[in-house]
Structures are given as structure tokens and as C-alpha cells.
């Protein structure tokens, strides 16, 4: 793993193509219904929806966004990777910091710290400062 991003030779592919980032959110759309689809709305239906799934209150529920899963990756190495694939003639920073933008690790795409999926995992985000620390706890030989 180099450190060179240049050119995003390093980063996950989903970052630096738009047509495999939107293939990959369908699929977590469609098998871990990741929504919704625009936060600032109440939708009241898809927050029921979880809280019946994970037997938790609605208000419950709705802390258990991306933005705190573990699987969401925010170090400065993936944003650098997202500013790229947006390119340079946009205005890449401020749309990661408007959607606040991250890298979903389960699903390889790029995801907004304020939705949520049935994937959700407590202990995020990812802020990279741990890296190289991941699997620690997995004996050699252990089964999953």
C-alpha cells in the first residue's frame, strides 16, 4: 500500500469511478437498506422500519447513522481519494464537507455520514489513526 495518491492509483476504485460507486450504493440500497434517501426530510416510515428490525426506539435508532458505524472510513487518505474521483472542477472539498462524505468499507461506495444501513457496526467512524491496528484481535487460524 503506497502513500502516493497521485492520479488515485491507491484509492478504492469507487472512489475514482462514479458508474462502480453507484452500482455499489443500489446494492447496499437494495440488500441493506441503506437510506434515507434525503436525511433532512423526517421520513418517520424508514426510522420505524428500523427500530422494529434492531427492537430499538425510533429516536434509538436514528444515532445509529453512518457517520458513528465502523465500517465508515473518514481518514484523511480516503477523503483525499473521494476529492479526486469528484475532480477538480467541482468544487470536491465543499461537497464532502456539505454531504459530510465518506467511504463505506462493507459496501464500497461513497456514503454520507447521515444515513444508515441494516450493515450499521457501533465504534466508527474510521478516522484512520488507528491504522495498521485492524484485525489485532484475530487469532491465526481462527474461524469466522
Given at each position: 500500500e503506497g502513500e502516493d495518491m497521485?492520479?488515485?492509483e491507491n484509492c478504492p476504485m469507487?472512489?475514482?469511478d462514479i458508474?462502480?460507486?453507484l452500482k455499489n450504493r443500489a446494492k447496499a440500497i437494495t440488500s441493506a437498506a441503506y437510506g434515507?434517501?434525503?436525511p433532512k426530510l423526517p421520513n418517520e416510515a424508514f426510522w420505524?422500519?428500523?427500530s422494529d428490525q434492531w427492537d430499538i426506539s425510533i429516536v434509538d435508532a436514528k444515532k445509529s447513522l453512518c457517520g458513528n458505524c465502523a465500517a465508515f472510513n473518514v481518514s484523511d487518505k480516503i477523503k483525499q481519494c473521494i476529492a479526486q474521483g469528484i475532480g477538480m472542477e467541482a468544487d470536491p472539498w465543499g461537497t464532502i464537507k456539505l454531504a459530510d462524505l465518506g467511504y463505506c468499507e462493507i459496501f464500497d461506495f461513497k456514503c454520507a455520514?447521515?444515513?444508515t444501513?441494516?450493515?450499521w457496526v457501533v465504534?466508527?467512524?474510521n478516522t484512520g489513526e488507528q491504522e495498521g491496528e485492524e484485525g489485532e484481535d484475530y487469532e491465526e487460524g481462527e474461524e469466522e
Open positions: 497521485e492520479g488515485g469507487p472512489t475514482q458508474t462502480l460507486n434515507p434517501e434525503n420505524r422500519k428500523k455520514a447521515s444515513r444501513c441494516d450493515a465504534g466508527g467512524p
